[in-house]
């Protein structure tokens, strides 16, 4: 005999309305094209990435990427706010340590990892691959969002009185600013070795440590 209690309630069903069902097929269309654009950059560097060729790569005319990102430079934005995702995670995955200045050089080593496995991102966040690109207030966001473990570690160092600095923001820009440095010249040829690159960039996070914390923590 015909049980209607075995049938699923309508009431737990989940009705995706037009609007919200067009919504989410625009959001994965436009996730797909950054992922496009993202793999021709890794492969052929920035300055392959034009609107027709991330266009011939998903097969889809060079109207719909302009209607959904405005132009390269929206495009751009985009490369940039998920190299932010790329690096946030990066950091993340680094095992929580005790010992502030042993988490502080393997969040280092993270940031040096990142910049050889995501060069292409690395420079349009911080070596100005796009030059149509400035980022605006949602993109620095975005790079303090990634940055957000360091500057808790950072903070937390002041807090234990390990540093004497009481700025944490300065303390981070300063580290930054130092281990970037490194990275720029090595990724602008000026320093062509990848050893040698990587011994100045251990010696700088060693020198940074050796400058903010107390000699007794």
């Known amino acids: ?8 309630s309508i009431d737990t069903r989940t009705v995706t309305t037009y609007p919200k069902a067009k919504l989410q097929h625009t959001e994965i269309l436009k996730l797909n094209i950054i ?3 993202a793999s021709i950059m890794q492969e052929y560097g920035p300055e392959a990435v034009t609107i027709r060729k991330v266009a011939e790569k998903m097969e889809c005319p060079t109207k719909i990427i302009y209607n959904l990102f405005g132009s390269k430079e929206g495009l751009a934005k985009q490369l940039f706010l998920e190299g932010c995702k790329l690096l946030a995670a990066a950091f993340q995955a680094v095992p929580k340590q005790v010992d502030l200045k042993l988490y502080l050089r393997d969040l280092g080593q993270a940031y040096w990892d990142f910049s050889r496995n995501y060069t292409s991102y690395y420079m349009v966040m911080f070596g100005g691959a796009f030059s149509e690109f400035r980022p605006e207030e949602e993109s620095l966001q975005a790079i303090t969002t990634a940055l957000q473990q360091v500057i ?27 281990l970037h440095g490194t990275i720029h010249l090595h990724l602008g040829g000026h320093i062509q070795n990848e050893t040698t690159a990587k011994t100045l960039y251990d010696k700088s996070i060693s020198n940074l440590i050796d400058t903010f914390f107390r000699s007794d923590s």
């Open 152 to 178: 808790t570690i950072i903070t937390k160092a002041i807090e234990q009185e390990l540093i004497s600095e009481k700025d944490p923001i300065l303390v981070v820009n300063l580290v930054w600013a130092s």
């Open 35 to 37: 992922e496009a654009a």
């Open 1 to 8: 005999m015909y049980n209607s209690s075995k049938m699923p």
